[in-house]
């Protein structure tokens, strides 16, 4: 047996050997592959780094028209209400004006109403005093033409 047992070391130290490479190939395979797949996951995180910069640019250029839009439409609403205010006193100034005016008429009414009836007294006053002086009527339809 002694003959044999180098033989089964030499053997066994160049399987070692051989598993050994095949090992060593198999690992460098993985790390190389490994590797390339780091390589990738750099790319697409360099990618996806860019296009969330480019969302978040997005998104705060959006918000910005948000906020422009909406201080706008405050402004819009402040307008309209000043608009409407502004409407309001008009027509109350408007229909204060109307009333006035109706008033002012509804008393030139009365005072010719009371003027109409001070020239019907007048009349009869001076009908009264002609008819006791003897005079014809002046408000007769037949006028009296003057002599030439």
């Given at each position: 047996m002694a003959p044999s047992?180098p033989?089964?070391r030499?053997?066994?130290?160049?399987?070692?050997?051989r598993?050994s490479?095949a090992?060593?190939e198999g690992?460098?395979?993985?790390?190389?592959?490994?590797e390339?797949?780091?390589?990738?996951?750099?790319?697409?995180?360099?990618?996806?780094?860019n296009?969330m910069?480019?969302?978040?640019?997005?998104i705060?250029?959006?918000?910005?028209?948000?906020?422009?839009?909406k201080?706008?439409?405050?402004?819009?609403?402040v307008?309209?209400?000043?608009?409407?205010?502004?409407h309001?006193?008009?027509?109350?100034?408007?229909q204060?004006?109307?009333?006035?005016?109706e008033?002012?008429i509804?008393?030139?009414?009365?005072?010719?109403?009371?003027?109409?009836?001070?020239?019907a007294?007048?009349?009869?006053?001076?009908?009264?005093?002609?008819?006791?002086?003897?005079?014809?009527?002046?408000?007769?339809?037949?006028?009296?033409?003057?002599?030439?």
């Open positions: 047992v033989r089964t030499a053997a066994a130290s160049l399987r070692m050997k598993e490479a090992t060593k690992l460098e395979t993985k790390v190389s592959s490994l390339k797949d780091l390589q990738i996951q750099r790319c697409d995180n360099n990618s996806l780094r296009t910069n480019l969302c978040h640019t997005d705060d250029r959006r918000i910005s028209q948000l906020v422009e839009a201080k706008e439409h405050k402004t819009n609403q307008k309209k209400q000043q608009a409407r205010a502004s309001l006193e008009c027509h109350h100034k408007l204060a004006r109307i009333q006035e005016g008033d002012t509804q008393e030139q009414h009365l005072i010719i109403e009371a003027l109409v009836d001070e020239k007294s007048l009349l009869q006053k001076i009908q009264g005093l002609q008819e006791d002086n003897g005079a014809p009527a002046p408000f007769d339809d037949e006028w009296e033409e003057e002599p030439e």
